[in-house]
DNA sequence: TTTAGGG
DNA sequence: CCCTAAA
């Protein structure tokens, strides 16, 4: 941009300097108008800070200029006007060139200063109205404040400044010059200015008007075009200008001309512009303000979220790729990214509600107005959205991750189960395939028993198959719940699968109890889930099933309890295993292994 | 970091 | 499942 800029203006200067030859070769004061031209820079608002100006404010300028210079031919007030304007130009440019400090432009500028400082001379000859005393004491005032504002605003300016924007609000006319103009003066002045009559009446605003008043043209134009007396660079600007200047910026300008609220038009602008990191790329003056606070939103939004990394990756392997993989989401650009998440948000939180009642079905609606702040869901929110109408067997999961992440903190216990009724039902096919695993499974336990010699074998095959079938289905219900109060708990319940558990056993036959973080990365890698840590506890509580299953087995129906039945085979093998391993429980003598031996002979007579 | 155990 | 101590 700034390069951009810096051309422009040197264009400008061109050109400038060509419609000053052209026009009015012989006034002393265009001369000078047409040196400040090359300051583009502009203070915009009362701020007091400043602004690049764009191609299209020079360009505007110079037209005024010229409409000036012809207006003025005929009238000599606005001729002084004209003249005074630059001066004014100057002084911007004196406060805008620190700030912009452009490479060629600074270097021009300068040199245009210094040859305005040797014409002042002559602009007052020209003019003794404007005395050169006063202008000086002005410029350095706006000098100065250029710099403080530079200081301060350096970078709110680069970054407009970078963009060109057409922030730029050409000089503000000499308010030494117009200061001296009388209202009637002035009101000529500003016709002059801006092509029409001003019935206001108050001398600082029109004067302020008129100082700004490029910045007003410059929205005009943009608006309409810029006229171009046959100059061309305004083009470009124009174009990004218009984006959201034709409608907007037009709106604006006419607003402000009416009356002083432009001012705080103005003002409101500038703000924005300086909070607006991404002016640079936006400038357009009108419609700024909205587009900067998108973009400045789509700054913030982008934050990177945290997510939990098991979750995301469980989802997905679950889902076996169906759903994103949560670093691509987040990976995606800001902006895009803070639309889906806002839009997800939003939807998310009337979805919410209604969303798990009717996918459960089950018609309880859980009020989880309290939706967990947690950062967890995020990604399921996004998926959600992203996905919501796609697919249905991806949405059903989506959901199911999502409730489960939403789980709300505190209370909930009901709630909890709630959410897994429904995520089992929703996971129903998966449940069902789980179911078939298991079957199969059983079947071929059965077989394997029949067999008797070799569980390992029979393990594996086993193992193998229900991997297939688990890593299609993959899981079950994921529960998480998270609760959030004082600690943010997720109790996070993955009703361990069959194909799990065997995978578990087989686990642990390979490599041997204990070794958890062995079996978890060889056996257990595909599941992001279940740490070694799991593995262990799960362990521990099949250990403890088997015995306890073979103790119990006898009076107790099995099939009772256990919501998860697990075959006999297995718990025979995993009795086989802590037997190895020494974990088999000696409490009872051998009485529990009497009687789990009679169920399973073999594993059993070998224990005993 | 993993393991083992308690809650 | 979670948490934590111990290695």
């Not at 009238?75 to 004014?88: G, Y």
Request: aromatic share 4%; net charge neutral.
């Amino acid at each position: 941009m700034k390069m951009v800029v810096g051309v422009e203006e040197n264009e400008e200067r061109a050109i400038k300097d060509v419609a000053a030859d052209t026009h009015s070769s012989g006034f002393a004061p265009l001369k000078q108008d047409s040196d400040p031209i090359v300051y583009k820079l502009v203070r915009v608002d009362f701020d007091g800070r400043f602004v690049p100006a764009t191609d299209d404010e020079l360009m505007e300028v110079e037209d005024l200029l010229e409409m000036e210079k012809s207006e003025m031919l005929s009238i000599p007030d606005v001729v002084e006007a004209a003249s005074h304007i630059p001066d004014n130009d100057e002084l911007d440019e004196s406060f805008e060139k620190p700030d912009i400090e452009k490479h060629e432009g600074l270097s021009q500028i300068k040199l245009a200063k210094v040859d305005q400082e040797n014409l002042r001379p002559q602009a007052e000859d020209s003019l003794p109205k404007s005395t050169s005393s006063s202008k000086d004491t002005h410029v350095k005032e706006s000098a100065n404040m250029g710099e403080e504002s530079s200081s301060s605003l350096h970078d709110g300016l680069n970054k407009n400044g970078s963009a060109g924007s057409r922030p730029n609000f050409s000089l503000t006319k000499g308010e030494i010059d117009l200061d001296k103009l009388t209202i009637r003066e002035l009101h000529e002045t500003f016709r002059a200015t801006f092509g029409r009559k001003t019935s206001v009446k108050d001398k600082m605003w029109l004067k302020r008007r008129i100082a700004m008043g490029l910045t007003n043209s410059c929205d005009v134009s943009v608006t309409s075009f810029i006229i171009n007396n046959g100059k061309l660079l305004k083009k470009k600007e124009l174009s990004n200008n218009l984006d959201c200047g034709n409608s907007a910026a037009g709106e604006i300008c006419s607003a402000r001309n009416d009356g002083p609220v432009n001012l705080v038009v103005s003002n409101l602008r500038e703000d924005t512009i300086d909070d607006d990191e991404l002016g640079n790329s936006f400038t357009e003056s009108g419609c700024r303000s909205d587009d900067n606070l998108e973009h400045r939103a789509a700054k913030r939004a982008r934050k990177p979220t945290k997510r939990y990394i098991e979750e995301s990756s469980d989802t997905e392997k679950e889902s076996s790729g169906k759903s994103l993989s949560p670093s691509k989401r987040f990976g995606q650009d800001k902006a895009s990214l803070k639309e889906a998440i806002r839009p997800a948000w939003g939807s998310y939180l009337g979805d919410f509600v209604t969303r798990p009642d009717s996918i459960g079905g089950s018609g309880v609606q859980v009020p989880y107005v309290s939706r967990v702040r947690r950062c967890r869901p995020r990604k399921s929110i996004t998926a959600l959205t992203k996905f919501n109408s796609s697919d249905v067997a991806l949405n059903r999961k989506i959901v199911e991750s999502s409730v489960a992440e939403f789980k709300p903190p505190p209370d909930d216990h009901s709630r909890v189960e709630l959410l897994e009724t429904k995520s089992i039902q929703f996971g129903k096919l998966i449940v069902s395939e789980e179911e078939r695993d298991k079957r199969c499974l059983t079947s071929k336990f059965s077989d394997g028993i029949s067999q008797a010699a070799e569980p390992k074998s029979v393990d594996s095959v086993d193992s193998t198959s229900l991997e297939n079938a688990s890593g299609n289905n993959s899981d079950d219900h994921v529960t998480t719940i998270p609760t959030v109060k004082g600690g943010m708990r997720r109790k996070h319940h993955r009703a361990w699968s069959l194909t799990e558990v065997t995978k578990l056993v087989d686990g642990v036959a390979m490599f041997g109890a204990g070794r958890w973080s062995e079996i978890k990365r060889l056996s257990f890698s595909s599941y992001a889930h279940r740490t070694s840590v799991d593995l262990k506890d799960k362990w521990r509580n099949l250990l403890k099933a088997s015995f306890a299953n073979s103790q119990a087995e006898k009076g107790m129906n099995p099939r009772k309890n256990a919501p998860l039945p697990i075959p006999a085979s297995v718990l025979v093998k995993v009795r086989e295993l802590a037997e190895l391993n020494g974990q088999a429980p000696q409490v009872s003598k051998g009485s529990s292994n009497n009687n789990s031996g009679s169920s399973v002979n073999e594993n059993r007579s070998g224990y005993s």
